[in-house]
C-alpha cells in the first residue's frame, strides 16, 4: 500500500465537508454508542441518528420486525426518546467523535418540525438535519408530507426558514414522480436529498391467516430494494441540481460504487449494519481499494461518471 | 461484545431436529454469562439475510475456548446451520443482552434452591444457568422439563450428571407425567419452603403462567424472551416487549438490550 498514494475520498455534500462519503442510514444504527464496541466512530463521513420526534413515541405493537427474501420489512413506527432526553442523554457521547452529526428529525405537523429545528439548531454538536418525510409507518405526519410535491415544499420551507444549518430531506419511493418532489424540495431551499426511505410492504402468516407484522404493513429494506434506489438516484441526479445522497440495499463497497457512479454525492449504509457491524468501515477500506486499482486519484471524478454510451467512458 | 469469525468444533444432531453446535469463541466465552445469547451469521449470502439470535447453551470450563448453542431447525437459516461441519468459519457477535441473574449465596447459611422451569427448547438457556449455579454458586437445583412428546425433552443426560433434581411431563404421557410443566412446578410447589428464584424459558403461555404462579406465591421469577430481532444491540427496536413501569404506566423495553432475561414480574404477557 506503501507504494501507492492514497486516493482522496473527502466529499462535500451542499456546505457538508465529510472525510468520506459513507454515513450510517437513521435508525440502523440508533445513536451510534450501540455499535461503538464494533465500529470507530471516528472513521465515518456522518452519523444520522435515529429519527428524532418532539416528544418521545413508544412505537408500534410487535412484532415490528420480519424477514423477506434478500430484505427485511419493518414497522418501528418511530420509537424514540424525544428531543428533550436526545440532547440530555444520547448527544454527548456522540460529540466526543470528529465525525458529523446529523439528526433525522420527524413531526406530525409543520410546526412540530419547525420547534424540533430551532430547538437542534441551538445545540453545539450538530452538524445538520435529515428531514423525514417519508417514513411509512407511522399514523400522522411523516409520508403525508413526503408524497405530494406541494406539501413537501411546505414543510421544507418552514424549517428552511427555522435554520441555516445543512438541511437534506430524505425522500419515500412510494411516490408517481420522485423528480418533481425532488424539485420541490429544492425551491424550498434544502441543501440536500436522502433517497430512498423504505418501500411500503406486507407478509401474511398462512397458517394464523394474520399480518406477520403488529402494525399490518411496514417498510421493505435491504439488498431487494437496491435496484429501485439506483434507479430513483438517477432519475433525480439528473434532473435535480442539489446533492443527492443515495441509500437503499448497499450491502457491500461494490453496491455503494454503484450508487456514486450514477451521481450519488454520498451515500448511507443502512440494513447491512444489522447484519455486518462493521459492514460502513469495509465499505469505506473497499472504495479506496477500488480507487487505488483503477487508479482513481480523487473520488470525486468517480461520482457521477457513468458511462451511458460506448466510448463515454473516461 | 465481539464480532468474531469462530470455528466450529462440532455439530451434532440430538433429537428428530434438534442440533447442538459447539463454537471456538475464546473472546465470547471468557465474557459470556447464562443467559446472554449471540447473533449467528449463519451464511455470507443475502438470503436469508438477518443474523439468528441463539441462547448460549454452554459456557465451557474456564480453562476452555469454546461454548454450545442448542438449536431446532425450524427455517432456512437453521437448516444451514445443521450442515455446518467442523473447521467451518461462522461470524457470531456476542455475549448479547442481560442473563439470569442468580443470588450471592448466603454465609453459613445451607444452600438454597432454584427452580428451572423450561419448555421444549427452554432448555437452551437453563442449562447454562443450572451449570453456573452448581458449580459456582452453590445452589441446589430443581429442573421442570416440559414438552410435546418425549422427543421435546432435551439434555436430560446432562442434567442427570449434574446431579439435580429432575421433573419431566410430557403432553402425550410418552415421558414423565402427562400434561404440563407448569403443573408439575405447582404440585412441587404443594410442599412448604419455597424456592429461592424460579427461572423460566419456554413459549409464551407457559411463561405467563409461571410468572402468575410465582407472584401468588411471592416468590421472585425470572424469564428468558424470544423476540423478531435484527439487530441484537439496541439499534433497530424491531424486538420490543411491554414492561409494566411504576404507577401503572407501560413502555416498550428492547429484549436484546434489556432482556432477554427479565423480571417476570414487570412483563406484561400478550
Redesign the interface.
Not at chain 1, 104 to 123: C, K, P, V
Not at chain 1, 266 to 295: C, H, S
Not at chain 2, 83 to 112: A, E, N, T, W, Y
Given at each position: 500500500m506503501n507504494d501507492y498514494k492514497k486516493p482522496n475520498l473527502s466529499v462535500t455534500v451542499g456546505n457538508l465537508s465529510l472525510k468520506n462519503p459513507v454515513m450510517t442510514a437513521s435508525?440502523?444504527?440508533?445513536y451510534g454508542e450501540?455499535?461503538a464496541?464494533?465500529v470507530d466512530i471516528n472513521k465515518l463521513g456522518a452519523i444520522i441518528v435515529?429519527g428524532t420526534s418532539l416528544k418521545a413515541r413508544?412505537?408500534n405493537p410487535?412484532?415490528?420486525?420480519?424477514?423477506t427474501?434478500?430484505?427485511?420489512l419493518?414497522s418501528?413506527g418511530l420509537?424514540n426518546v424525544g428531543v428533550k432526553a436526545f440532547i440530555r442523554e444520547k448527544l454527548p457521547f456522540l460529540r466526543s467523535f470528529s465525525t458529523p452529526v446529523m439528526v433525522n428529525i420527524f413531526g406530525e405537523t409543520i410546526d412540530e418540525y419547525t420547534t424540533i429545528a430551532s430547538e437542534l439548531g441551538r445545540i453545539h454538536g450538530i452538524s445538520g438535519f435529515e428531514l423525514n418525510i417519508s417514513c411509512p409507518n407511522v399514523g400522522a405526519g411523516g409520508i403525508i408530507f413526503g408524497v405530494d410535491p406541494a406539501s413537501a415544499y411546505k414543510v421544507v420551507e418552514a424549517v428552511r426558514k427555522t435554520t441555516n444549518l445543512f438541511l437534506m430531506v430524505k425522500l419515500s419511493p412510494n411516490v408517481t414522480d420522485i423528480v418533481s418532489i425532488a424539485q420541490s424540495v429544492k425551491k424550498a431551499g434544502a441543501d440536500a436529498i436522502s433517497l430512498i426511505n423504505t418501500i411500503t410492504g406486507m407478509a401474511i402468516d398462512i397458517e394464523t391467516r394474520r399480518p406477520k407484522l403488529g402494525n399490518i404493513t411496514g417498510g421493505l429494506s435491504?439488498?431487494a430494494i437496491k435496484p429501485i434506489a439506483l434507479r430513483m438516484v438517477w432519475e433525480v441526479v439528473s434532473h435535480v441540481s442539489i446533492p443527492v445522497v443515495g441509500v437503499g440495499g448497499i450491502?457491500d463497497w461494490k453496491d455503494a460504487l454503484e450508487f456514486l457512479i450514477v451521481g450519488a454525492r454520498a451515500i448511507q449504509v443502512g440494513?447491512a449494519?444489522?447484519?455486518?457491524?462493521?459492514a460502513t468501515l469495509d465499505i469505506i477500506d473497499g472504495i479506496e481499494k477500488y480507487l487505488i486499482d483503477k487508479g482513481i486519484e480523487d473520488i470525486n471524478n468517480l461520482i457521477g461518471s457513468l458511462a451511458l454510451s460506448e466510448g463515454s467512458l473516461k | 461484545?465481539?464480532?468474531v469469525e469462530t470455528e466450529v468444533v462440532f455439530n451434532h444432531q440430538v433429537g428428530p431436529s434438534y442440533y447442538k453446535i459447539g463454537l471456538r469463541a475464546p473472546e465470547i466465552v471468557h465474557s459470556a454469562s447464562p443467559g446472554q445469547f449471540v447473533m449467528v451469521?449463519v451464511s455470507s449470502k443475502?438470503?436469508?439475510?438477518?443474523?439468528r439470535p441463539f441462547s448460549i447453551h454452554r459456557i465451557a470450563k474456564k480453562d476452555s475456548v469454546s461454548f454450545e448453542i442448542l438449536y431446532k431447525v425450524v427455517g432456512k437459516g437453521t437448516e444451514i446451520m445443521s450442515s455446518l461441519r467442523q473447521g467451518d468459519g461462522i461470524?457470531v457477535?456476542g455475549p448479547l443482552g442481560k442473563g439470569f441473574s442468580i443470588l450471592p449465596h448466603p454465609k453459613d447459611l445451607p444452600s438454597q434452591i432454584i427452580y428451572l422451569v423450561s419448555g421444549g427448547m427452554g432448555i437452551a438457556p437453563l442449562y447454562a444457568l443450572a451449570e453456573s449455579a452448581v458449580i459456582d454458586g452453590r445452589k441446589k437445583v430443581a429442573v421442570f422439563l416440559g414438552g410435546k412428546t418425549k422427543e421435546d425433552i432435551l439434555c436430560l443426560d446432562d442434567l442427570k450428571r449434574l446431579g439435580v433434581e429432575i421433573h419431566i411431563s410430557t403432553e402425550d404421557g410418552s415421558l414423565g407425567s402427562k400434561g404440563v410443566v407448569t403443573q408439575l412446578l405447582e404440585e412441587r410447589l404443594q410442599i412448604p419452603s419455597n424456592p429461592e428464584v424460579i427461572y423460566a424459558c419456554g413459549p409464551i403461555p407457559m411463561l405467563k403462567k409461571v410468572s402468575l404462579i410465582s407472584q401468588e406465591c411471592h416468590i421472585p421469577c425470572q424469564v428468558s424472551l424470544e423476540?423478531?430481532?435484527?439487530?441484537?444491540?439496541?439499534?433497530?427496536?424491531?424486538?420490543?416487549?411491554k414492561k409494566r413501569l411504576d404507577k401503572g404506566t407501560e413502555?416498550?423495553v428492547n429484549v436484546c438490550?434489556e432482556g432477554p432475561v427479565f423480571d417476570a414480574h414487570a412483563v406484561k404477557f400478550p
Amino acid at each position: 500500500m506503501n507504494d501507492y498514494k492514497k486516493p482522496n475520498l473527502s466529499v462535500t455534500v451542499g456546505n457538508l465537508s465529510l472525510k468520506n462519503p459513507v454515513m450510517t442510514a437513521s435508525g440502523t444504527f440508533g445513536y451510534g454508542e450501540e455499535y461503538a464496541d464494533f465500529v470507530d466512530i471516528n472513521k465515518l463521513g456522518a452519523i444520522i441518528v435515529k429519527g428524532t420526534s418532539l416528544k418521545a413515541r413508544c412505537g408500534n405493537p410487535p412484532p415490528r420486525i420480519v424477514e423477506t427474501p434478500c430484505g427485511m420489512l419493518n414497522s418501528i413506527g418511530l420509537q424514540n426518546v424525544g428531543v428533550k432526553a436526545f440532547i440530555r442523554e444520547k448527544l454527548p457521547f456522540l460529540r466526543s467523535f470528529s465525525t458529523p452529526v446529523m439528526v433525522n428529525i420527524f413531526g406530525e405537523t409543520i410546526d412540530e418540525y419547525t420547534t424540533i429545528a430551532s430547538e437542534l439548531g441551538r445545540i453545539h454538536g450538530i452538524s445538520g438535519f435529515e428531514l423525514n418525510i417519508s417514513c411509512p409507518n407511522v399514523g400522522a405526519g411523516g409520508i403525508i408530507f413526503g408524497v405530494d410535491p406541494a406539501s413537501a415544499y411546505k414543510v421544507v420551507e418552514a424549517v428552511r426558514k427555522t435554520t441555516n444549518l445543512f438541511l437534506m430531506v430524505k425522500l419515500s419511493p412510494n411516490v408517481t414522480d420522485i423528480v418533481s418532489i425532488a424539485q420541490s424540495v429544492k425551491k424550498a431551499g434544502a441543501d440536500a436529498i436522502s433517497l430512498i426511505n423504505t418501500i411500503t410492504g406486507m407478509a401474511i402468516d398462512i397458517e394464523t391467516r394474520r399480518p406477520k407484522l403488529g402494525n399490518i404493513t411496514g417498510g421493505l429494506s435491504g439488498p431487494a430494494i437496491k435496484p429501485i434506489a439506483l434507479r430513483m438516484v438517477w432519475e433525480v441526479v439528473s434532473h435535480v441540481s442539489i446533492p443527492v445522497v443515495g441509500v437503499g440495499g448497499i450491502m457491500d463497497w461494490k453496491d455503494a460504487l454503484e450508487f456514486l457512479i450514477v451521481g450519488a454525492r454520498a451515500i448511507q449504509v443502512g440494513t447491512a449494519n444489522f447484519i455486518n457491524p462493521r459492514a460502513t468501515l469495509d465499505i469505506i477500506d473497499g472504495i479506496e481499494k477500488y480507487l487505488i486499482d483503477k487508479g482513481i486519484e480523487d473520488i470525486n471524478n468517480l461520482i457521477g461518471s457513468l458511462a451511458l454510451s460506448e466510448g463515454s467512458l473516461k | 461484545m465481539f464480532q468474531v469469525e469462530t470455528e466450529v468444533v462440532f455439530n451434532h444432531q440430538v433429537g428428530p431436529s434438534y442440533y447442538k453446535i459447539g463454537l471456538r469463541a475464546p473472546e465470547i466465552v471468557h465474557s459470556a454469562s447464562p443467559g446472554q445469547f449471540v447473533m449467528v451469521r449463519v451464511s455470507s449470502k443475502l438470503d436469508p439475510l438477518l443474523r439468528r439470535p441463539f441462547s448460549i447453551h454452554r459456557i465451557a470450563k474456564k480453562d476452555s475456548v469454546s461454548f454450545e448453542i442448542l438449536y431446532k431447525v425450524v427455517g432456512k437459516g437453521t437448516e444451514i446451520m445443521s450442515s455446518l461441519r467442523q473447521g467451518d468459519g461462522i461470524d457470531v457477535m456476542g455475549p448479547l443482552g442481560k442473563g439470569f441473574s442468580i443470588l450471592p449465596h448466603p454465609k453459613d447459611l445451607p444452600s438454597q434452591i432454584i427452580y428451572l422451569v423450561s419448555g421444549g427448547m427452554g432448555i437452551a438457556p437453563l442449562y447454562a444457568l443450572a451449570e453456573s449455579a452448581v458449580i459456582d454458586g452453590r445452589k441446589k437445583v430443581a429442573v421442570f422439563l416440559g414438552g410435546k412428546t418425549k422427543e421435546d425433552i432435551l439434555c436430560l443426560d446432562d442434567l442427570k450428571r449434574l446431579g439435580v433434581e429432575i421433573h419431566i411431563s410430557t403432553e402425550d404421557g410418552s415421558l414423565g407425567s402427562k400434561g404440563v410443566v407448569t403443573q408439575l412446578l405447582e404440585e412441587r410447589l404443594q410442599i412448604p419452603s419455597n424456592p429461592e428464584v424460579i427461572y423460566a424459558c419456554g413459549p409464551i403461555p407457559m411463561l405467563k403462567k409461571v410468572s402468575l404462579i410465582s407472584q401468588e406465591c411471592h416468590i421472585p421469577c425470572q424469564v428468558s424472551l424470544e423476540a423478531y430481532m435484527a439487530c441484537g444491540v439496541g439499534a433497530c427496536l424491531g424486538c420490543v416487549i411491554k414492561k409494566r413501569l411504576d404507577k401503572g404506566t407501560e413502555t416498550y423495553v428492547n429484549v436484546c438490550k434489556e432482556g432477554p432475561v427479565f423480571d417476570a414480574h414487570a412483563v406484561k404477557f400478550p
